[in-house]
């Protein structure tokens, strides 16, 4: 008896339980699923077509234009001069850079000329016998002759005779030496070529210097150019004497140039041109890293937008009846972070900040500034 009441027991709790999970279920309603489209905000500008100026932007390091490298043709001890030869150290023009012990060529300079001394006296008898009429000159040069002093040049002779006679003693001979010798008796001493500076040393006073050695670099910093590389297709536009303005780094300095010279050929690899600009003033300096902006030419009828607006370097999205289209464009000419571009009309609501997931069609809404301050006034007025 007492299993037959616990089985109809569980028989009724099984029915009330499946019963209670029925109402339940029955009772919840599924919430409406709302289908809410999401329309972004975009930002335009309209367009307005006009005639835009294309600037070469490119930097280089400036160069003196008068440099020069310094070197040895005579060997010797580097001697101490007026000024130290190191480096920042200014000299004028034709002052003594550095000078070379020449105690040793001075020796053999001066033998030379007492043989030459020696060799036209040894012939002064027979001149004044055979040529009469050139002794007097050739008598005149040996008084004033001096083994000290640079040597003159030597009498003509009045005729061949004489020529050969004289020739034939090995004077002349012994004269190209010696003005060879005097020749590189001034190599001993270098003098500058302009006023200028020392921006390397490569000797010290006391050093043994060779023949091919470098001794320094010389410069003037009077005048400086800066070399840049120009695409090819812009360079017809640039002719020398042009205005270029130059800047710092930190654009607290600018200078004004030309263009000095233009490159006759092109680079194959890079398609560009090199240009020289010139430029002088207060601030520059050698190796100082300079920024050209130079006018190459006007595009008529273009617009200048973002780099990043480019869909394929071909298309741009406008705004037109609430959704995005792509307009056909052709760019013309890339700068470092805008396009000069033309094909769009003026008016047309361009898409001025890049749309994430941007497609052809897609419903958008444009941002009006007084959006903001409507809702400004109404978050205000909620407080």
């Keep these: 008896m007492r299993k037959i009441i616990i089985t109809i027991v569980a028989v009724v709790v099984l029915v009330a339980s499946y019963g ?9 309603k599924a919430p409406k699923q709302k289908n809410e489209k999401i329309t972004k905000t975009v930002f335009t500008e309209t367009v307005k077509n006009d005639t835009l100026p294309i ?3 490119e930097s280089g390091n400036l160069v003196a234009k008068d440099k020069i490298q310094l070197f040895s043709e005579v060997q010797g001890v580097l001697e101490v001069s007026k000024n130290d030869f190191r480096v920042g150290v200014a000299f004028n023009k034709n002052e003594t850079l550095l000078r070379i012990n020449n105690e040793e ?18 012939i002064m008898p027979d001149l004044q016998l055979d040529y009469s009429s050139s002794f007097s000159q050739w008598n005149s040069y040996l008084k004033n002759f001096d083994v000290h002093a640079k040597i003159k040049e030597l009498p003509k002779a009045t005729t061949d005779k004489e020529k050969y006679f004289v020739t034939g003693k090995n004077i002349y001979n012994t004269y190209y ?3 060879n010798l005097e020749a590189r008796l001034d190599k001993y001493t270098l003098k500058a070529p302009f006023k200028g500076i020392l921006t390397e040393v490569a000797v010290t006073n006391g050093s043994l210097i060779r023949p091919g050695q470098k001794l320094g670099e010389f410069i003037s910093q009077n005048v400086f150019e800066l070399r840049l590389s120009v695409n090819a297709n812009l360079i017809n536009s640039l002719k020398t004497g042009k205005k270029v303005v130059l800047h710092s780094i930190n654009k607290e300095a600018s200078w004004t140039g030309k263009v000095a ?11 560009t041109v090199e240009i020289y600009i010139e430029v002088k003033g207060a601030g520059l300096r050698e190796g100082m890293y300079l ?5 190459a030419k006007e595009i008529p009828n273009s617009y200048e937008v973002s780099r990043k607006l480019l869909v394929n370097n071909e298309a741009v999205y406008v705004f037109e009846n609430d959704v995005l289209k792509l307009a ?13 571009i033309k094909g769009l009309a ?10 994430s997931g941007a497609f052809v069609g897609m419903p958008v809404k444009v941002y009006h500034e007084n959006q903001l301050d409507s809702n400004k006034k109404k978050s205000n007025s909620q407080d």
């Design 20 to 28: 209670t999970k029925k109402y339940l279920a029955e009772s919840k």
């Design 328 to 340: 056909q464009i052709t760019p013309v000419f890339f700068n470092k972070n805008t396009v000069i």
């Design 177 to 179: 030496t010696i003005k």
């Design 291 to 295: 920024q050209a902006f130079v006018a």
């Design 261 to 271: 010279r233009i490159n006759g050929k092109i680079d194959l690899a890079s398609q």
């Design 105 to 122: 060529h001075l020796a053999t300079l001066k033998a030379q000329k007492s043989s030459l001394q020696n060799l036209i006296a040894a």
């Design 346 to 355: 003026n008016g047309t609501q361009l898409i001025s900040n890049p749309v």
């Design 55 to 57: 600037f070469i932007d």
